[in-house]
């Protein structure tokens, strides 16, 4: 990433972290509609043609995202997954949509979903077959980027299944490049480090100047049990994975899975909160045609999606750990502080935690202005260093606040300290 910055005059160019891909695209974290947790390989048209893999359902997703305030909330790309092709490329070596389930074929689906004013992703596999066995790209690299290009498709999800890891990275580098090639902005959303982790450490500034995310670890389930597995695995690597984000590449811990079954409201507000903390990209897996207005709300909380978009473009980290809350931490532009308080503890009622606790309370010296925005909105006013004010959480449930330091002597320090120092406020 290189930030430019103006001193008396003169343009002076810095690089704070490895080079982004250069694609223009996803300098901030994507916000869309992905059909795979919640629609899987249904292709049951005859039986389910309401849930089945077809271009019915992104259109009727992509009218949704229009009527129900969807894009207007920042939601734009309508992605497809796996399931989509037929099992035979066509007679030119081309991927072809079964043509049952996608009549219009993929080319008039991006029409459609570009007349709404909104973007079109798709999938496809670095390997011999995608994962639930449709043709891979293997040896078609180029022909499978030109083909996404000419149909006008704006993002490609590129699993990993069906190749030998230390393939991986060549197959991905080759995959990037061929999208280049095509002249067309593509947005690359990788999974090479999620393959890559079981046998090698993967190398961050490959993967960052390569894909537009990607990534680091298994699917999402519709349960909070997947949900505090994929927050652990993030926490137990952020020193790897985090200085890694940044304008045009992100970690992508996968879907977000609010408004379905699995997750109480308090674990829906939880994974929507850490999402934002880890500047993860929003994804949404359900039925926004079927959808409980509490979970709408929260997808569409203006203050919650302001820190997942926050322009300073750095991702968060766990803070602390103990006594079974989590404190999570993202520095945010203008100086200010989100703070995530997660109550792990799955008995009992509402805890107390004090806002003195927080490691990154020391920078409210000597004061901060508070506002919590989950689990509802609420300006706490201006709290004193000293201040015993306690927060209550919900079992599973977080607390979301944002902190702004109101002492200018103080205030310069804060996430420079928080993003060059982070290992030294990590309390384990
Ligand atoms: C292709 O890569 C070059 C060099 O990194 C970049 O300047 C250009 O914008 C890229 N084009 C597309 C379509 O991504
Ligand atoms: C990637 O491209 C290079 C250069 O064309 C080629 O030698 C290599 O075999 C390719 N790797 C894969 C996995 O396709
Ligand atoms: C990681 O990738 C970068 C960029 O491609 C390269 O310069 C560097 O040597 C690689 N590091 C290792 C340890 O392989
Ligand atoms: C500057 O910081 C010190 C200690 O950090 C604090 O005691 C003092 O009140 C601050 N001054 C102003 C003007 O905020």
């Known amino acids: 990433m290189w930030g430019v910055v103006c001193v008396f005059g003169f343009v002076v160019v810095m690089s704070h972290a490895a080079e982004a891909l250069d694609n223009g695209l996803a300098l901030k974290p994507t916000m869309g509609w992905l059909h795979w947790e919640r629609f899987m390989c249904n292709t049951d048209c005859d039986r389910d043609p309401d849930n089945c893999i077809s ?6 997703m992509a009218d949704v995202m229009v009527k129900e305030g969807w894009k207007d909330a920042g939601y734009e790309y309508v992605c497809i997954d796996d399931c989509w092709p037929s099992h035979q490329r066509d007679a030119q ?17 991006a029409d459609y979903v570009h007349s709404k004013g909104l973007k079109l992703g798709i999938y496809a596999d670095v390997g011999k077959k995608t994962c639930a066995g449709y043709p891979g790209s293997f040896g078609y690299y180029e022909t499978d980027a030109q083909t996404f290009a000419d149909w006008g498709v704006d993002l490609l999800k590129y699993d990993g299944c069906y190749l030998d890891w230390q393939l991986l990275g060549e197959g991905y580098i080759n995959m990037s490049k061929a999208l280049n090639k095509t002249g067309k902005s593509i947005l690359y959303s990788c999974e090479w480090p999620l393959y890559e982790w079981p046998f090698h450490q993967p190398n961050y500034t490959a993967i960052r100047e390569t894909c537009n995310h990607w990534r680091n670890f298994a699917d999402v389930y519709d349960s909070w049990s997947s949900i505090k597995t994929i927050l652990d695995w993030s926490a137990d690597h952020q020193d790897i994975i985090v ?3 940044g304008p045009g590449g992100w970690n992508d811990p996968d879907m977000l899975v609010i408004g379905n079954f699995g997750l109480s409201h308090d674990q829906q507000e939880s994974q929507m909160a850490l999402w934002a903390i880890m500047a993860a990209p929003l994804l949404m897996s359900n039925d926004l045609r079927d959808i409980c207005p509490r979970s709408k709300e929260l997808l569409q909380n203006k203050h919650i999606i302001a820190i997942s978009q926050d322009p300073l473009g750095k991702q968060g980290y766990r803070t602390a750990k103990m006594d079974s809350f989590e404190v999570w931490e993202r520095p945010l532009s203008e100086k200010r502080l989100a703070v995530a308080i997660l109550n792990k503890q799955e008995i009992g009622g509402p805890r107390g935690y004090l806002l003195a606790a927080i490691p990154g309370w020391k920078f409210c010296n000597p004061k901060c202005s508070v506002i919590q925005i989950l689990p509802q909105y609420k300006d706490m006013g201006v709290q004193p260093i000293q201040s015993d004010i306690m927060v209550h959480v919900n079992p599973s449930g977080t607390t979301l606040l944002t902190l702004t330091p109101t002492s200018s002597n103080t205030t310069g320090l804060h996430w420079q300290d928080m993003s060059n120092k982070r290992k030294h406020t990590t309390v384990l």
Do not use: H, S, T
């Open 243 to 245: 200085p890694a984000a």
């Open 55 to 60: 271009e019915r359902l992104y259109m009727q």
């Open 93 to 109: 070596g081309r991927l072809q949509a079964d043509p049952n389930r996608f009549p219009g074929g993929i080319k008039k689906l």
